[in-house]
C-alpha cells in the first residue's frame, strides 16, 4: 500500500496487522455471514492486501481448493511464498489502474478494507468500478473499514487510564485529504 516505490515502514506494518485484528474482533467475522462460501471452487480476491493478513488468515477456513488471490500495489510486505498455503497467491496491481483482462469478472468474493489510508475522495469512484470488474455476476464485495474520526475511549471508571491505547491509536488518525 502506498505510493510505488516507498517502503513499508515496520509502524505501517504493525499498524495494519493491529486493524486486521480490530475489525476481525469488531465484526466478529472475517468473511460476513451472509455471503455464501459453501461452494469448494471459489475464487476470492483481497485487494491492497497490504501484509496478506486478511488472505492468510482466511485461508484456514476454506478448503484446500478455493483460491486466494491478494492483490496490492506491492508485494514488498507480503509474507514468502512458503509461507502461504498452496491455494494461496499475490499479484500486483494497482486499484487505481484497469483490471488485467485475466481478472475480470472471475472471482465471487472481493475483500477490501482498511483503504482510506490509501484513497483520496476523488479516486475512491474510479476504485468502486474496478473492483466491480473483477466479481464474477452474483459476487459479493466486502468492504471493511474502521471510522478513526469518530473512535473515542470509554473506560468503566474515571480512575482506569487510557493514554497508551490513546498514543496506540494516533498513528492511525488521518493527517491529509484522504477519505
Not at 472481493?110 to 483520496?120: A, E, G, H, T, W
Amino acid at each position: 500500500m502506498g505510493e510505488s516505490g516507498e517502503h513499508m515502514t515496520d509502524m505501517m506494518i504493525y499498524k495494519l496487522n493491529l486493524h486486521h485484528y480490530l475489525l476481525r474482533e469488531l465484526h466478529g467475522y472475517l468473511v460476513h455471514p451472509s455471503i455464501p462460501t459453501g461452494d469448494p471452487n471459489l475464487r476470492v480476491a483481497d485487494v491492497g492486501t497490504g501484509t496478506g493478513i486478511w488472505l492468510t488468515d482466511i485461508a484456514h477456513h476454506f478448503p484446500s481448493n478455493v483460491r486466494l488471490d491478494g492483490l496490492d500495489i506491492s508485494l514488498e510486505s507480503t509474507p514468502p511464498k512458503e509461507w502461504l498455503p498452496q491455494n494461496g497467491n499475490f499479484r500486483e496491481w494497482n486499484i487505481l489502474s484497469e483490471v488485467p483482462s485475466d481478472l475480470v469478472g472471475v472471482y465471487d468474493i472481493v475483500n477490501i478494507s482498511l483503504l482510506m489510508f490509501v484513497l483520496k475522495d476523488d479516486e475512491i469512484k474510479s476504485a468502486l468500478g474496478n473492483l466491480l470488474k473483477l466479481l464474477k455476476p452474483g459476487g459479493y464485495l466486502q468492504w471493511a473499514e474502521v471510522d478513526l474520526q469518530s473512535f473515542r475511549i470509554r473506560t468503566s471508571s474515571p480512575e482506569n487510564k487510557t493514554e497508551a491505547l490513546a498514543d496506540l491509536m494516533k498513528p492511525s488518525q488521518p493527517k491529509d485529504a484522504r477519505s
